[in-house]
């Protein structure tokens, strides 16, 4: 029995061997590819558009103090805030693009940003979160995928991020080579309580979603697990 990437099902009879040996996959005689007189095109426009959506999460928290990036400033999603505090970390501390760019790792299922960025690396010692952002979209981009959108919330009591929204959108959907639509910053307050509302940090939460081709490979090795499980007739 083999797997045919076009029907999703297993089959006995398999691809012609040229058709194996071009494409590296098999193809059932009862496919699209072939109710639609072996059309070669139709069938590679059937497989380019076989893509999956994935969707990733990220969060992130970062205190305030001393050990500042920039004193009387946060930067929060590429946007420099005058502030009475300012967050602590290794790099600029900007929180809700570390929380992206987490999602983006997430949905992509390689690690995250510290395991790309190690705070322990001297490197990255007063980086500009830019750096890591502009990463994390390049592995999208290395997939063939795109970013379908994504949704960020910092939460903080102040400063107030309503009047920064615009520029935030516009720098993170540069930096991600996406139109602004595709782009959401959000904020609330924590009503006073737990460490945001005491103002002792601010957090960020951000989900993804990407779209990327599908692996054939994958799919089939999923097909096969569900076969020898007695899930899949
Ligand atoms: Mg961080």
């Known amino acids: 029995m083999k797997w045919c990437v076009l029907c999703k099902r297993f089959s006995a009879e398999i691809a012609a061997p040229t058709l194996r040996a071009v494409l590296a996959f ?29 969707v990733g999460f990220g969060y992130d928290v970062h205190r305030f103090g001393p050990n500042t ?12 805030i005058p502030h009475d505090q300012a967050l602590e ?7 809700g693009m570390h929380a992206l760019c987490d999602a983006i790792y997430g ?28 990463h994390a979209a390049s592995l999208i981009a290395k997939t063939g995928g795109r970013l379908v959108n994504c949704d960020v919330t910092l939460v903080c009591e102040r400063p107030k991020i309503g009047p920064h929204r615009p520029a935030m959108r516009a720098a993170l959907a540069e930096l991600l080579g996406v139109v602004v639509a ?3 910053v959000k904020a609330t307050t924590s ?16 989900v993804v979603s990407i779209e990327v081709p599908k692996s054939n490979d994958e799919e089939a ?13």
């Open 89 to 95: 970390g290794h790099s600029d501390a900007d929180v």
């Open 191 to 206: 009503e006073g309580l737990g460490f945001t509302g005491r103002q002792e940090g601010i957090a960020a939460h951000a």
């Open 182 to 184: 595709r782009v959401a």
């Open 221 to 233: 090795a999923e097909a096969e697990a569900l076969l020898a499980g007695g899930l899949l007739e």
């Open 69 to 80: 990036y920039e004193q009387g400033l946060v930067r929060l999603c590429g946007v420099d």
């Open 26 to 54: 098999e193809i059932c005689p009862n496919s699209c590819y072939a109710k639609n007189s072996n059309d070669f095109r139709f069938m590679f426009q059937e497989l380019a558009m076989q893509t999956e959506t994935r």
């Open 107 to 134: 949905a992509l299922a390689d690690g995250d940003i510290g395991a790309h960025f190690p705070p322990s690396d001297p490197q990255w010692k007063g980086a500009e979160s830019q750096v890591f952002l502009r």
